[in-house]
């Protein structure tokens, strides 16, 4: 797999260049939304982010969320986004996070199957911000919206066939959120060694 990444270690980062990255097996699946696969979910979650990000110890920072805020009840979580645009150009709205965790997470994604039925609405008021009503308090709310807990942001298509697609082939249309792009992507053939001299 290539990836454009930023450079290396130590560097000021910097866009643009790649990155071989190498994984035991090959992802079955580009949509980390549908699958607890670990090929599938590390090279997903490259491709496409969650409203919150894991920092070292597991502790939750903003990501495609750039602050929120939670209502005294603990029903009521307000997502406030960053400015983002797709791989395509396209920018980032709060009907792609409704779309995802309505359409997406809470119906397809294994890990996200409690946060997903104590869902009760989701209100999009403008386009940066998410108002999420829960039905009962939910503890682990935030830390489900990472994109390894099957809530990476995917972009709400714009028509049945695209939506139709996505799930048959696991990638979220064209365009991706996350911090790489993949520029190529070349499986291991069968009997074939994983590195060449």
């Not at 869902?119 to 503890?139: E, M, R």
């Amino acid at each position: 797999m290539l990836w454009a990444s930023a450079g290396h270690a130590g560097e000021e980062p910097k866009r643009g260049g790649s990155a071989i990255v190498v994984i035991g097996a090959d992802p079955a699946i580009l949509n980390p939304n549908v699958t607890a696969g670990v090929p599938d979910v590390l090279t997903g979650c490259m491709l496409y982010d969650g409203l919150v990000r894991f920092a070292e110890g597991f502790r939750i920072v903003p990501s495609l969320a750039k602050r929120w805020e939670i209502g005294a009840d603990g029903l009521t979580y307000t997502f406030h986004l960053v400015t983002a645009n797709w791989s395509d150009g396209q920018p980032l709205t709060s009907d792609d996070v409704k779309y995802t965790l309505l359409e997406v997470s809470s119906k397809y994604g294994s890990k996200f199957a409690a946060p997903g039925k104590a869902i009760k609405d989701i209100k999009t008021p403008d386009a940066q911000t998410v108002v999420v009503t829960l039905s009962k308090p939910f503890g682990p709310f935030l830390f489900s919206l990472a994109c390894e807990q099957n809530a990476a942001i995917l972009p709400a298509p714009s028509n049945l066939l695209e939506a139709q697609f996505s799930m048959q082939y696991g990638l979220a249309v064209a365009a991706v959120s996350g911090r790489a792009t993949l520029d190529q992507f070349q499986p291991q053939r069968s009997g074939e060694p994983r590195s060449r001299a």
